[in-house]
């Protein structure tokens, strides 16, 4: 039992295909890549240039305006599920007056 709850999806789908007798093609996968590192800038006296932190309200309004995204991707998330819903509906009144 406590194997099946610390599966992980990988294992559940690698699972599902031997059941099925099939071995997963993985030689198309996208790879991540990794990105190289920033270049670091140095003044005059070698010493490296850091950004300037930000300033408590620039804090605050980075903060406000990712949570307003995040509420927005969730209303339009929210909004596309109700019109699938709507329109599933429809539908079968539509075939029900038939």
Excluded at 27 to 45: M, Q, R, T, Y
């Amino acid at each position: 039992m406590v194997k099946a709850i610390l599966k992980t999806p990988e294992d559940e789908s690698q699972e599902a295909a031997n059941m099925a007798g099939q071995k997963i093609d993985v030689s198309n996968a996208p790879v991540a890549i990794e990105l190289p590192a920033k270049e670091k800038k140095f003044d005059a006296d070698g010493k490296e240039i850091k950004p300037v932190p930000l300033t408590q309200g620039e804090q605050i309004r980075n903060n406000v305006v990712r949570e307003a995204a995040t509420g927005q991707e969730a209303i339009a998330n929210n909004n596309n599920s109700m019109n699938d819903v709507k329109e599933k509906w429809d539908q079968k009144a539509k075939d029900q007056e038939e």
